[in-house]
């Protein structure tokens, strides 16, 4: 049994956490930087502990320091959050061996899915689709060039240790890979410490759909229907939306099959995502986030379930209350409200001095802000998540559009008006969507 809960995170997730934690009478431990002083998940925690200055790296980021507030408080276990230590393998497997329990995947599962084009190998071993590529990382730009040649270009290089965008590049012809190859390995090398690159068949423009699962402590896995993530920019995603307009429930089923397949492939438990692009009726694996993401939201809403509650409960040992894959009911659209500036994106950190949180039918709110809150400049943008929930889609972005205009936030600039006018888009209220969708619409602004 657990008792007591680190939340090794802050913001809006790490007062999910703590929400959790409450349905399920547990007390809780918050950590926070020497920034983090005045924020919400610091008050509601049942204690607190500084672990460190306002970087992350000194923070967040910090080992020893979250070991140790989590030895100083006497807790018995930490949830991770998402981002910052979460899909730390050697993180998870400190926190198990100083006896605590780590609300998360196996350190090894963690590791395998973390090692992308291992990953790749390791799903195509039990029949889940990829896109042509190369058997693992590339010995050198000649092979690069035959793969290359072999399945047809564009190509796109992705960098073993990546994952979420960084270190990819895309090729045209032999040339531009050749160029390409270098450059690449240099920077997963800067970035990563590790200069593997794959290769794969270039999509120039799918659809991201993901499917959320879940495994409990015996490595059994269910599947929880998929989110579309196509509206992103610069890798952020910013609208993320359950079911996807081109689901359909034959390709569900497939898309589910293949999921619970890549989980069960690395002995995966707790709650996790396999993401796929969707082009032209098919789907191809791309990698797998071992972590509670930002946009599980919506799957709670259209599957009636609470997947943070279900973490807490796999981890204490106790069996998953979802024994089958639910049905999907309803549509839920969740709109990622930035700290930014709506037309240049920019970063917009500051004091927030008014603020009105929208009401209402089929409105959810996650959220950390408060009215005289100052938005540090240390962390990521995201000052809150306006999840929406209707019959169907045209309810849901009805009420999208209701609770966004409701939602005043003064003194800092959001992505509130950005969203507004994203919902006003013909392609979007269609639901014609795929990651080029942001490119064209900011072109077209
Ligand atoms: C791709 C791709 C097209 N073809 N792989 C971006 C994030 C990282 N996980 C992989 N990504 C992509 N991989 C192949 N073979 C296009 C992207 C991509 C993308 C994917 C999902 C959502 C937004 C994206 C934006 C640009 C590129």
Request: with cysteine.
């Amino acid at each position: 049994m657990l008792s007591k809960v680190l939340i090794a995170n802050r913001g809006e997730i790490a007062l999910r956490i703590i929400a959790a934690c409450r349905e399920a009478g547990l007390a809780t431990v918050a950590v926070h930087s020497e920034a983090d002083r005045d924020s919400l998940h610091v008050k509601m925690a049942d204690e607190s502990v500084c672990i460190g200055p306002a970087y992350a790296n000194a923070s967040y980021l910090n080992i020893t320091a979250v070991i140790a507030a989590a030895e100083i408080s006497g807790a018995d276990a930490v949830h991770p959050g998402y981002g910052f230590l979460a899909e730390n393998a050697h993180f998870a497997e400190i926190v198990q061996e100083c006896g605590l329990t780590w609300i998360g995947p196996p350190p090894e599962a963690i590791r395998a899915m973390g090692d992308k084009s291992n990953a790749r190998r390791t799903v195509i071993a039990r029949e889940v689709p990829v896109l042509p590529g190369s058997d693992g990382p590339l010995g050198s730009r000649e092979e690069a060039v035959a793969v290359a040649e072999r399945i047809g270009f564009p190509v796109i290089l992705k960098a073993s240790a990546g994952g979420g965008g960084k270190g990819m590049r895309v090729a045209a012809d032999a040339r531009e890979l050749r160029s390409a190859f270098d450059t690449a390995r240099h920077e997963a090398e800067r970035a990563f410490g590790v200069a593997d690159v794959y290769l794969e068949k270039y999509l120039r423009s799918p659809r991201h759909i993901e499917i959320q699962v879940f495994a409990d402590a015996a490595g059994k896995a269910v599947a929880l229907g998929e989110r579309e993530c196509s509206i992103q920019r610069r890798h952020q995603k910013l609208i993320e939306e359950a079911p996807s307009p081109v689901m359909t429930e034959e390709l569900r089923a497939q898309m589910c099959t293949a999921a619970v397949a890549a989980a069960e492939a690395v002995g995966y438990v707790s709650a996790g995502t396999v993401e796929f692009l969707y082009d032209e009726g098919k789907f191809y694996f791309m990698e797998m986030n071992t972590r509670i993401q930002v946009e599980h939201p919506v799957t709670e809403l259209v599957t009636g379930t609470d997947l943070v509650l279900e973490q807490l409960r796999v981890a204490a040992g106790q069996p998953l209350s979802i024994r089958r894959r639910p049905k999907l009911s309803g549509h839920a659209i969740e709109f990622r409200v930035n700290a930014e500036d709506p037309v240049t994106f920019a970063p917009a950190p500051g004091e927030i001095t008014e603020l009105a949180f929208p009401v209402g039918p089929g409105v959810r709110m996650e959220t950390h802000i408060y009215r005289g809150y100052r938005v540090p400049p240390y962390y990521d943008s995201l000052l809150a998540k306006v999840i929406v929930f209707g019959a169907d889609r045209r309810e849901a972005i009805r009420r999208a559009k209701r609770a966004l205009a409701m939602f005043r936030v003064g003194g800092i600039k959001t992505s509130i008006p950005l969203h507004l006018r994203i919902l006003d888009d013909p392609d979007f209220v269609e639901g014609r969507l795929s990651t080029s969708f942001m490119e064209r619409f900011l072109r077209e602004a």
